[in-house]
């Protein structure tokens, strides 16, 4: 009688997404130019605006360069996990790093607009805490959320995010994370227990 591996939680969504038509591996510097076009198309310039998670009206100039997408591939506490079609474009990234005093962290979710609304973002979050979880034994997951994205904060607390109370300054002058259109921008800072 052969042993047979168990099946992961991890495993769980990787199945869950194929199912659904998409294929999630973690991103390679093959996939550098596919990112940055994905976390561009979900954030910024006009053709953001055709889904919601667009940050356009709040920041311009750019959210992710292959620079700076070179650098977070090359970290090695952290994992960028990436979602393709059946017409293999890049449709939805997620980002995380391994955990401090338990708590990983999550970052640049980005769904295209052509993904959006297909459930991907959400089973790639579900992935990412089962990833941290299993793979880092994060106890919790947090992460920052522009505090004028009230829909997005609304999404994460329907999905068991709640606000620490805690809040951080936005990078004003640091034109690699975008040119700020208002004055008041800063990031609320958001944590979930995992189970």
Do not use: C
């Amino acid at each position: 009688m052969s042993a047979h591996p168990s099946v992961t939680v991890v495993d769980a969504h990787r199945r869950k997404l194929r199912e659904a038509g998409f294929e999630v591996a973690e991103l390679t510097a093959a996939d550098i130019a596919d990112y940055v076009e994905l976390v561009s198309s979900a954030y910024r310039g006009e053709g953001s605006k055709q889904g919601w998670t667009t940050e356009a009206d709040l920041l311009g100039g750019q959210r992710l360069d292959a620079p700076m997408a070179e650098e977070m591939l090359a970290e090695a506490d952290s994992q960028i996990l990436l979602a393709r079609d059946e017409q293999g474009r890049a449709v939805a990234s997620i980002y995380v790093r391994e955990p401090e005093d338990g708590a990983a962290y999550l970052g640049v979710l980005a769904v295209s607009p052509v993904g959006q609304g297909r459930g991907v973002g959400s089973s790639l979050i579900s992935l990412a805490e089962a990833w941290v979880a299993e793979r880092w034994g994060a106890t919790s997951m947090r992460m920052s959320v522009i505090n004028k994205r009230d829909e997005l904060i609304a999404y994460y607390e329907r999905r068991g995010y709640e606000r620490t109370g805690d809040v951080e300054p936005f990078p004003y002058g640091d034109e690699r994370f975008g040119v700020p259109k208002v004055d008041d921008l800063e990031f609320v800072l958001l944590r979930k227990q995992l189970s």
